[in-house]
């Protein structure tokens, strides 16, 4: 029994040996490319830094560009809603001033003999409905006037006509 176990001690032996030398063989291995993977990382690290700090500037233009023509698009926005909205307004009270003028007009109407068009009230707001219609028209002339402003800076930035753009649909 001792013969075997001298034979099992010794293939133990001889393995454990073996592995020894094949684990110090790739310790070795891994210590000669150990550098040569770090040299290649911070090879690519700064090839990486040198490339992103040549496309930064034209990063930040671009950005800068964009940032300037939205900027300009919210202007002209804004500019055409406020338009929007005070044309909305006058029209309303054009509308509430054609309202009363009706109104008074019925009452005169109703009064055998009266004379509509002597009457102050209804000279008063005659006057100003005229007057806001001269508002209407001066709004909607600057709203039209604005949304050709557009068209042109469209037009200009592309190259191509509103007509050029449908085409290519």
Not at 54 to 67: D, H, M, N, R, S
């Amino acid at each position: 029994m001792s013969k075997i176990k001298d034979k099992i001690k010794g293939a133990i032996s001889r393995s454990v040996t073996g592995v020894q030398k094949g684990a110090s063989s790739a310790v070795h291995s891994v210590e000669e490319a150990a550098p040569k993977v770090v040299e290649k990382v911070g090879q690519t690290t700064k090839n990486l830094a040198a490339e992103a700090s040549e496309a930064a500037p034209v990063i930040a233009e671009k950005a800068k560009k964009a940032a300037a023509v939205a900027a300009e698009k919210t202007g002209e926005v804004l500019t055409r809603g406020k338009l929007h909205l005070e044309l909305a307004n006058v029209k309303h009270k054009r509308d509430k001033k054609l309202a009363e003028l009706g109104s008074r007009v019925y009452e005169l109407l109703k009064k055998k003999g009266a004379d509509v068009y002597a009457d102050e009230t209804v000279q008063t707001v005659s006057k100003e409905i005229k007057d806001l219609e001269k508002n209407i028209a001066s709004l909607e002339k600057e709203f039209a006037e604005v949304g050709k402003k557009e068209e042109k800076k469209e037009e200009t930035a592309s190259g191509k006509t509103e007509a050029e753009k449908k085409a290519e649909k």
